[in-house]
C-alpha cells in the first residue's frame, strides 16, 4: 500500500525566504506526482505535476522535483510572501487506479510579514 | 471555465434529514470524483465516475449515495448521516481517467455538519 509522507507537518517562516517542502513515497512505481495547494476550509488548487519521465516542473516562484528511485519530491518557493500561506499537499496515483490518489499529510506553511 | 463549482458551501443536518450535495463542471471533463476531508487530515477518496458510470466505490457506507446525471453533474445524496460524518465533501474533475498524467480540478468544498 501506497504511504506518501510530507515534511515538515508545519513551517514558519519569515516573508522573503526561499524553503523547500519535502514529500516521500513508499512505492516508487508512480506515473506522476502533483503538488497542490489548499486554503483554510477550501478545495486544493493544483500548482505542479510531475511526469515520472521529468525530474522537474517550474511555475513562476515555484520548482518541484521527482526523484522516483528515493522516493522523493520536494517543493521549493522562492522569496515567499504572507500570499503563500496555506497547507500544501502532495499526491501520487495508485498504481493500475487511474486518478486515484492517495495524498500526503501535508505541510502548513505560515510567512510572516 | 476551469471551474468546478460545489453547492451549498456550508450545511448543517440533523441524522435523520435528507440532503444532497451538487457539483457541476463546464470543462467537458469526463471523470468526476468525491472526496471526503476531515480536519487537518488529507481527503480520502469516496467515489469515481468515469463517463457518467461509477467506476470505483471506496466502500463508503450506504448513507452516502452518488449520482452522476450527465457529463457536467455530480450529485451525493446524505440520508441517516452520523455525527462522524461532519467533514469537508470535495468535488473534483479531471479530463479523463484513462490517461495518467491528468491534473485534478477541484471545486471550493460543502462543509457538513451532523448534528
Known amino acids: 500500500k501506497q504511504e506518501v509522507t510530507q515534511i515538515p507537518a508545519a513551517l514558519s517562516v519569515p516573508e522573503g525566504e526561499n524553503l523547500v517542502l519535502n514529500c516521500s513515497f513508499t512505492?516508487?512505481?508512480?506515473?506522476?506526482l502533483q503538488w497542490f495547494r489548499q486554503d483554510p476550509g477550501k478545495g486544493l488548487t493544483s500548482l505542479l505535476l510531475i511526469q515520472s519521465s521529468q525530474r522537474e516542473q517550474t511555475s513562476g516562484r515555484l520548482n518541484a522535483s521527482l526523484d522516483k528511485s528515493s522516493g522523493r519530491s520536494t517543493l521549493y518557493i522562492a522569496a515567499s510572501q504572507p500570499g503563500d500561506s496555506a497547507t500544501y499537499l502532495c499526491a501520487v496515483p495508485i498504481t493500475g487506479g487511474g486518478n486515484k490518489l492517495t495524498f500526503g499529510t501535508g505541510t502548513q506553511l505560515k510567512v510572516e510579514l | 471555465d476551469t471551474e468546478v463549482t460545489q453547492t451549498p458551501k456550508h450545511l448543517v443536518m440533523g441524522m435523520t434529514n435528507k440532503k444532497s450535495l451538487k457539483c457541476e463542471q463546464h470543462?467537458?471533463?469526463?471523470?468526476m470524483y468525491w472526496y471526503k476531508q476531515k480536519a487537518k487530515k488529507p481527503p480520502e477518496l469516496m467515489f469515481v465516475?468515469?463517463?457518467?458510470?461509477?467506476?470505483i466505490n471506496e466502500s463508503v457506507p450506504s448513507r452516502f449515495s452518488p449520482e452522476c446525471p450527465n457529463s457536467s453533474l455530480l450529485n451525493l445524496h446524505l440520508h441517516a448521516l452520523q455525527p462522524e460524518d461532519s467533514a469537508l465533501y470535495l468535488c473534483?474533475?479531471?479530463?479523463?481517467?484513462?490517461?495518467?498524467?491528468?491534473?485534478?480540478?477541484f471545486g471550493s468544498g460543502t462543509q457538513l455538519s451532523v448534528l
Open positions: 512505492d516508487s512505481a508512480i506515473y506522476n
Open positions: 473534483a474533475s479531471s479530463r479523463g481517467q484513462a490517461g495518467t498524467n491528468e491534473k485534478l480540478f
Open positions: 470543462m467537458g471533463h469526463r471523470a
Open positions: 465516475y468515469s463517463y457518467e458510470k461509477l467506476s
